[in-house]
């Protein structure tokens, strides 16, 4: 009881607290990216960038990343313009008292109204479990005036502690997120312990409620990815250690496998726009039962970006060589694509232009 107790300190001090204007990010003295040409790094941070998420519209995309000028090692959400570039804006938690924790704002998700949901966590500096959390509703345009949404991390059915990933908006009253556990081990005696992350279902939640609860969607056990669809009533979703990517109309409950990846690999990571689909496969990921946590783990260190045409089912690379990536973001165009660049721990993002 004492987590949930310090979870909803946490998401109170969220709720009731107006955070200050959002601080500029350093001069890099251009507007213009850093490099040209497809693919191309377009983030150069010291620290870890990661989870991008496009603007409705396309110009431009959120993402989180590390704060390494701070002995805290914040991290923060910025936004950036479709090619890279100068950061436009950049939301952190700034309250003075928080200067003694390590306070982790990610999973951005952004809706046509210019919302932003995202999960805010918080931990003691060096630590490696945060203390508690909450998923977080900001209002534009100012995005300072904060809803909690949820404290986290919550419990499951099973009575296991869950957080959330993955966040998507289903039209403008509810979200969707991968739902996941989450251990700590260490690989070797002695050595650190290593956060593991995996997927344990999907779940909504509906705005429209006070106090929202998480409704979980029958049939996701071991959910992996999700991305959303052509309309609010459609997800895509990928089960840990499966091939297939499936379609899944909310309405009716209705499955249906719209690609198997059968000869590339376990296929994660899934984004749709149109008829275009975007997934990782294959690559350093492992799906197993994990006998010192005691539950089905899949561990995931990157794969290769595939496109795939829904209409003719045409699968083809859009990344090669040895370099592995993760959470792609496919602009709603579908001609943009943002993905995490995984070396050792670290991650940078990228810019593919698709054809």
Known sequence: MRRLNAAVVVALAFAGCEHSAPFAGP??????????GSPRRITFNLGNDRAPAWLPDG?????????????????CLALLPPDGGRIVRMLCDRIPAADDSTDAWTEPAIDAAGRIAYVASSSRVGDVAPRAGALVLAT?????????????????????????????????????????????????????????????ELATLDLRA???????????????????????????????????????????????????FASAGIARDVQVAGRRLVAV????????????????????????????????????????????FRRPALSASGTRLVAEAVVGRSADLWEFELP
Not at 220 to 229: F, K, P, R, V, Y
């Open 210 to 260: 006070a106090a929202p609860s998480p409704v979980v969607l029958p049939g996701t056990q071991n959910a992996s990815s999700l991305g959303t669809g052509e309309s609010p009533d459609v997800i895509y979703y990928t089960l840990g250690g499966d091939s297939r990517v499936f379609r899944r109309e909310l309405s009716s409950g209705a499955d249906s496998v719209v690609h198997d």
């Open 140 to 200: 534009a345009p100012a995005l300072t005036s904060d809803r909690v949404v949820a404290t986290l991390p919550y419990l499951g059915s099973d009575q296991a502690f869950r957080d959330v990933a993955q966040l998507r908006w289903l039209g403008s009253d509810a979200l969707v997120y991968v739902a996941q556990r989450v251990g700590y081990v260490a690989p070797c005696r002695g050595c650190a312990l290593d956060t593991v992350r995996t997927g344990v």
């Open 281 to 324: 496969v294959g690559g350093n990921v492992q799906f197993a039962f994990d006998s010192v946590l005691g539950y089905l783990v899949q561990r995931d260190g990157g794969g290769m970006l595939h496109l795939v045409d829904l209409s003719s089912g045409l699968d083809s690379a859009v990344s090669a060589g040895a370099q592995l």
């Open 27 to 36: 001069e890099t003295g251009s507007d213009r990216p850093f490099a040209g």
């Open 59 to 75: 110009s431009g995309f959120w993402y989180s990343f590390e704060r390494v000028d701070r002995a805290d090692h914040d991290r």
